[in-house]
């Protein structure tokens, strides 16, 4: 199964501040997934992110705030811009893989921001 | 993907088996039922799916009634680091997973 290593695992952020999160995986994906978890909640999906084309949003999410670079097949960042503590949250990456004709998510470990 | 519903909490004592259900009335035919996990402070980990037989890994059993609307996860002998939020989810390829709120699973020595 892929190994994906996220960086930072945590950090402590001020408030207007930008922050990079980076998301490297052992082997070549085709899609990669940005989700957030609001402390106490479950996961919610930021964004698609496809090699050569702009990452795919979902409803609640707009580039302007969470810009996503996908440069290659094994490695995707997400920015979190212009924080407020409402971005306070673990940001988790993950990819599919094909297992017995269904496709099954593999995550990281998370990036917990704190927004001061 | 179809509404999955599932307890908010359950308690288990360590060594004995621990049955989650998930109800999914509203599941398509196309629709796999995938079982996840989130060890505290950890990213979700893949547990097992199934479409309509009964499935079983070194981790758990999924048992999928014959009318697809509900199953159950089982972890036969329940551990103290099996104490996790389980989620079920109800998936159609090529649609993007949602992760509902889970069943906090607590494993007590």
């Known amino acids: 199964s892929a190994v994906i290593s996220q960086k930072p695992s945590r950090d402590i952020c001020q408030r207007g501040t930008s922050l990079t999160i980076q998301c490297q995986v052992d082997s070549q994906v085709t899609m990669m997934f940005w989700y957030r978890q609001q402390p106490g909640q479950s996961l919610t999906l930021i964004a698609t992110?496809?090699?050569?084309?702009?990452?795919?949003?979902e409803s609640g999410f707009v580039i302007d705030k969470f810009p996503i670079s996908r440069p290659n097949l094994t490695f995707s960042t997400l920015t979190v811009s212009n924080m407020s503590p409402e971005d306070s949250s673990i940001y988790l990456c993950?990819?599919?893989?094909?297992?017995?004709?269904?496709?099954?998510?593999?995550f990281g470990a998370g990036s917990r921001l704190t927004v001061l | 993907d179809a509404k999955t519903t599932q307890p908010p909490s359950m308690d288990c004592a360590e060594g004995r088996a621990a049955n989650l259900p998930c109800n999914h009335s509203t599941i398509s035919g196309n629709e796999y039922v995938y079982w996840y996990r989130q060890i505290h402070s950890q990213g979700p980990q893949y547990i097992i799916h199934?479409?309509?037989n009964n499935e079983t890994n070194e981790m758990a059993s999924l048992i999928i009634t014959e009318d697809r609307k509900s199953s159950t996860l089982i972890l036969p002998h329940a551990t103290l680091r099996d104490t996790a939020v389980y989620y079920c989810i109800a998936h159609n390829y090529g649609q993007n997973f949602v992760f509902g709120p889970g069943t906090r699973l607590s494993v007590l020595p």
């Open positions: 993950s990819v599919q893989r094909g297992i017995s004709g269904a496709n099954v998510l593999t």
């Open positions: 199934g479409l309509k």
């Open positions: 992110a496809n090699q050569g084309s702009e990452a795919t949003y």
